[in-house]
């Protein structure tokens, strides 16, 4: 992500910042302009947007510490562009419930603004109910029993308890997982949005489809019952990104298309903040790269890997010394690498709106 400035005084702040740190303006995020604004004292509304010229006031959710964003007086939701996306929230009375959904809502407004620079057709389905997006973030109950996190025709259910990290991480290792994070399940569901509005009804893209990732017509509940009884092919690592992807080639395309989300990611943020990796031990010219591109106007895809292998290893090293896991623990084989490619095709290619 790059970096936002307090427009009061310039400086540096995060995205989910509600208050500058220097001057301790309020804060609201402006998407149509994508700018933290600084607010002046008081309820608004405030003047933003193109040219300061729409009055402006926080989305509903402002009130819940789950939004920072701005809309327009004028809106009749009351909801910012990521907050509409929600068709069921969990019941916001209950302070744990609160807070796990505070936690998928920095991971979805993340998500949303990924979108919004990849310039993905974002529309929510209670307006388009045919090919829009909604999420249902929903809590195990003893009447509904155990919420399945997944996406069905637009709808991307997430159980709240991934919200918690004790629990996270305990399904992690059970599963026997690298990488299990709120942000990766929003990158990965709305791959399998995407690929139902984007790639299944374009021949040729489909045709592609099945030649890079295999034939989606297969059956999904044996290949599921197959993956848990099997596990992964032995020879998996040299053909796909994780043991889950080796599952079904929608879930390869759910897996490849969360790492391209996470590999734009990464490079975009290296980017803002003028990163270079260049150790003077290694005179490998693999091993440099200065990031003074940004990923999300590069039509090169090979671009962008070469810069973010090198990245990537340094930024391992760092979370090692800390005693951290690899912030990325994976690796970009040559099939991969070509999977990468198509998904940046796809996304380059792709209709603005739906
Ligand atoms: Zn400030
Ligand atoms: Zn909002
Ligand atoms: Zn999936």
């Known amino acids: 992500m790059k970096i936002y400035h307090c427009t009061h005084c310039n400086y540096p702040v995060y995205f989910e910042n509600v208050v500058c740190g220097n001057c301790s303006s309020y804060l609201g995020y402006d998407a149509p302009t994508d700018r933290m604004v600084a607010l002046a004292p008081g309820d608004g509304p405030w003047m933003c947007g193109p040219d300061n010229s729409v009055p402006y006031i926080y989305c509903d959710n402002h009130q819940h510490a789950a939004c920072n964003w701005l809309i327009p007086q004028s809106d009749e939701t009351g909801l910012c562009d990521a907050c509409d996306l929600n068709r069921t929230v969990p019941d916001l009375s209950d302070p744990e ?3 796990e959904w505070q936690q998928l809502e920095l991971a979805k407004h993340r998500l949303v603004y990924a979108l919004n620079r990849l310039g993905l057709p974002v529309q929510d389905k209670m307006s388009a109910p045919d090919r829009g997006l ?6 195990d109950t003893q009447e509904s029993g155990q919420v399945m996190t997944g996406h069905d025709e637009g709808l991307i259910t997430l159980n709240v308890k991934e919200a918690d990290p004790v629990k996270r991480e305990a399904t992690r290792i059970q599963l026997h997982e690298k990488y299990r994070t709120l942000i990766g399940h929003f990158r990965h569901e709305v791959g ?3 690929w139902d509005v984007i790639v299944e009804p374009d021949a040729n893209r489909l045709a592609e489809f099945r030649r890079i990732f295999g034939d989606d017509r297969a059956d999904y509940g044996e290949a599921l019952k197959k ?3 099997n596990g992964p092919p032995a020879d998996w690592q040299q053909h796909y990104i994780s043991e889950y992807a080796t599952m079904h080639p929608w879930e390869d395309w759910a897996e490849t298309w969360a790492h391209y989300l996470h590999l734009m990611d990464m490079l975009e943020t290296a980017h803002a903040f003028g990163m270079r990796v260049d150790p003077p031990t290694t005179p490998d010219l693999m091993m440099n790269v200065t990031a003074d591109f940004d990923p999300y106007q590069e ?3 090979e671009r962008i890997l070469k810069a973010c292998v090198p990245l990537t290893f340094a930024i391992n090293s760092l979370n090692r010394g ?4 690899d912030l990325y623990p994976f690796v970009i084989n040559a099939s991969v690498r070509e999977k990468l490619r198509y998904v940046h095709e796809v996304v380059r290619n792709a209709p603005s709106s739906l």
């Open 192 to 194: 399998h949005y995407y």
């Open 97 to 99: 419930k609160l807070e």
């Open 322 to 325: 800390m005693g951290r896991p």
């Open 227 to 229: 993956h848990y009884q």
């Open 299 to 301: 039509p090169d895809m």
């Open 134 to 139: 909604a999420f249902d973030f929903l809590a």
